[in-house]
């Protein structure tokens, strides 16, 4: 089997962006009252430059983004070997009903076109649902895993 080498670019905003829109699945990390870090597996989207993350209003992400706004996300790929990213930024909650054009824009960037969307408005409401917005402010290199480059020339 062929080995495979680690890599890490360096990508500008517009090049980041595009990345993240063909990937949903993320670890999100926020800050516990106590500092420690609480991480949870979600969906996310990419909208006007930002990171939608649809929630409840008192699951453990929202509660600790409430308090300290600063998250960070690894963005993973479908593929568990595939290319990932960190980014790190500042999270706004919006409860409903403020949340509810939010969740319209975290549908259509995830799935497409809903069938109805206001049967899709009432399942929200009904669900009191919660938003998470991020706006980026700083990420690392896309990566992938592997042997460490300089490995390649052993």
Not at 65 to 78: C, N
Not at 121 to 133: N, T, V
Request: net charge neutral; charged share 30%.
């Amino acid at each position: 089997m062929a080995r495979t080498y680690a890599t890490a670019a360096r990508v500008g905003r517009d090049e980041l962006l595009d990345f993240l829109a063909e990937r949903h699945r993320a670890t999100l990390t926020t800050r516990r009252r106590d500092g420690r870090l609480q991480m949870s597996p979600v969906s996310c989207g990419v909208h006007d430059g930002r990171i939608l993350i649809s929630t409840y209003p008192r699951r453990a992400k929202a509660v600790n983004a409430r308090r300290d706004p600063r998250v960070s996300l690894v963005v993973h790929s479908d593929e568990w070997n595939g290319p990932y990213v960190q980014v790190d930024g500042r999270a706004s909650v919006l409860d409903m009903p403020a949340a509810l054009d939010g969740l319209v824009d975290y549908f259509r960037c995830i799935s497409g076109e809903h069938p109805d969307w206001n049967e899709y408005r009432e399942a929200m409401a009904a669900q009191d649902k919660s938003l998470l917005s991020i706006d980026i402010e700083a990420w690392g290199p896309i990566a992938t895993g592997g042997f460490p480059p300089e490995m390649s020339e052993r």
